[in-house]
């Protein structure tokens, strides 16, 4: 693919110096995974870390097999090397996003090192490496989400000039009643291991997926049932959405290391967590790519990660025939080829240890799809 060098003026330049599409388009429209993107957002790794393990919500979300006893040893910034080096590859993902024409915003990161917190509780932040896992685009609406990580209560502050900016353009922008995040809603099962429970609406935007009208939402350690009752009593108000529960598959965190819409009637899964008599009523009769062997030929720098090998699959769809895939990935690159899909292989030397791919890191605010019916039922 060949792309004319950006000689955009100053004049066409967005608030943090992103160009701006030459056609027409509403401040945001994202309806699904695929359709051809225009405008998205891009994550920083800058001053990411995790905070103790001894904070429920943490454990939780994080390291959920620490003992009690390493909990008491897990907690604070990433090495200097892993930010440096993310770094460096959310640069070429920029480059190479931009050279494709697309708008692309990064907004510096907060300062995650602060120490907050609530009644009963403080804490650390954790990192603005992953927009997606916040903030959920349906259609032109903004919704920030209730994160039951107690760490994660102001990571999108980054991003509130970025939304402020599209609601005065037309954006609508709304937000889940914000948690109390109190003892009583992190829980353990009988074998010890923590669960998410349902004393309040709890959930990630990464629980979620996006197909038109229809939504999938994920229960599991990031979203609890109240935290879907919620979203469909919302999305009722916004108009004639489909949300489908996703129970049983992975009970880890979020969706898109899972399930991966590529475009209408083609979807890649996760063998691990999802076999043939188990694959989403909504989706039998698609075709299906089963993921192949995930290849980490490089172990990953720190022992402890907050990403299984499985994030491997996690990929950017820029169109439903050209996908962002990490470059170790050889064997899904080759089977994504054979689907009439061209691929941009690239590098997040760190996606494990920071917990998130090429979807997790970027959050599409701007695609050509609108709001069709690709499901029968």
Request: glycine share 8%; proline share 8%; net charge negative.
């Amino acid at each position: 693919m060949t792309v004319a060098a950006d000689t955009k003026s100053e004049a066409d330049l967005g608030i943090d110096g992103a160009t701006q599409p030459d056609h027409p388009a509403k401040a945001v429209n994202s309806w699904d995974e695929f359709s051809p993107l225009r405008e998205i957002v891009v994550g920083d790794a800058t001053s990411a870390g995790v905070p103790s393990q001894t904070d429920l919500s943490a454990w939780l979300n994080d390291y959920p097999e620490l003992t009690p006893s390493e909990r008491e040893q897990v907690g604070g910034p990433f090495p200097k090397r892993v930010i440096e080096e993310t770094n460096e590859d959310l640069a070429d993902l920029v480059t190479t996003l931009r050279d494709m024409g697309v708008v692309v915003h990064q907004p510096p990161a907060s300062d995650h090192e602060q120490e907050f917190g609530g009644p009963g509780w403080k804490t650390r932040g954790r990192h603005s490496y992953c927009p997606r896992d916040l903030a959920l685009i349906i259609g032109s609406t903004i919704i920030e989400t209730p994160s039951p990580s107690r760490g994660r209560y102001f990571e999108l502050s980054n991003l509130r000039e970025l939304f402020q900016d599209y609601l005065q353009r037309g954006a609508h922008w709304i937000g889940a009643p914000r948690p109390q995040l109190r003892d009583e809603l992190f829980l353990t099962d009988e074998s010890g291991e923590p669960i998410l429970g349902e004393a309040e609406p709890a959930f990630e935007a990464a629980n979620v997926l996006r197909l038109g009208r229809d939504v999938f939402y994920q229960v599991s350690r990031s979203g609890n049932e109240m935290g879907l009752r919620w979203l469909q009593s919302t999305l009722q108000l916004l108009g004639d959405f489909r949300v489908h529960p996703l129970r049983g598959l992975y009970q880890g965190t979020h969706i898109d290391s899972t399930i991966c819409f590529l475009r209408p009637g083609l979807v890649l899964l996760n063998p691990e967590r999802v076999k043939e008599d188990t694959i989403p009523e909504p989706l039998r009769g698609w075709d299906v790519i089963w993921c192949p062997p995930i290849n980490e030929p490089v172990a990953p720098l720190l022992s402890r990660t907050l990403s299984t090998p499985w994030v491997g699959m996690n990929l950017l769809m820029v169109s439903p025939e050209l996908a962002v895939v990490d470059a170790n990935q050889t064997e899904l690159i080759r089977a994504l080829e054979a689907k009439g899909i061209t691929v941009a292989p690239r590098r997040l030397r760190h996606s494990r240890v920071l917990g998130g791919g090429f979807h997790c890191v970027t959050l599409d605010t701007v695609r050509e799809g609108g709001p069709e019916r690709y499901l029968d039922r």
